[in-house]
């Protein structure tokens, strides 16, 4: 198995609601089948005005 850690300063984005909705969409898209995604709750997780991203910025990355 591999690992990789990293540590760094993380910054929580709740906006532009737009942005956030497109990039959730963009990884749904990345790890999911179009079926899986129109599902009622990857929808309404996109959908959700609490959902949002964390933006690392790493300044160690370890890899075991």
Known sequence: ???????GR?????EPRQFVHDQA???YQ???EPAEIAAPDPQS???D?????IKLKPERIYLH
């Open 30 to 32: 990345r790890y999911m």
């Open 10 to 14: 993380a910054e929580l984005i709740y």
């Open 45 to 47: 997780w996109l959908n």
């Open 49 to 53: 005005p609490e959902i949002g991203l």
């Open 1 to 7: 198995f591999r690992a990789v850690m990293m540590d």
């Open 25 to 27: 969409e963009r990884i």
